[in-house]
């Protein structure tokens, strides 16, 4: 479980970082951070567990929303606490993209059936 955590780590770590680097270059790439998540969580495994595909999926998910609330904050507030509670007045591609990443985290850390 603690391989699995530590590679999830690293992989948040550096989607955080991706992310970041493709809005340079004119990408928008919110789902990068989950799915590095995933990737890092289940790579280093060989097991197949639920309890550490819910964390990263949670994990995916907060990573998701910090890094487009560091983005674009909203212009009436900057506060984190004005953005999570006005999530829903974010666009419609943004809300898809949080969900993509949150499940490719869940999912690609879930690990392998032996």
């Known amino acids: ?5 530590l590679g999830a780590t690293a992989g948040g770590v550096l989607g955080y970082i991706v992310f970041f680097w493709a809005l340079r270059q004119g990408y928008y790439a919110l789902m990068v951070p989950g ?3 995933g990737l890092g969580g289940g790579l280093l495994v060989k097991d197949r567990s639920v309890i550490r595909a819910t964390l990263c999926g949670i994990f995916g998910a907060g990573l998701g929303l910090y890094a487009e609330w560091r983005h674009a904050p909203f212009i009436a507030d900057q506060s984190l ?3 999570l509670t ?12 949080l969900a993509v990443g949150t499940a490719f985290a869940a999912w690609l850390s879930l690990g392998k059936q032996r």
Do not use: E
């Not at 479980?1 to 955590?5: I, S």
């Not at 006005?86 to 993209?97: A, D, E, G, P, R």
């Open 86 to 97: 006005h999530l829903h007045k974010l666009q419609s591609i943004t809300l898809v993209m």
């Open 1 to 5: 479980m603690l391989l699995g955590l």
């Open 35 to 37: 799915g590095l998540i």
């Open 81 to 83: 606490g004005y953005f």
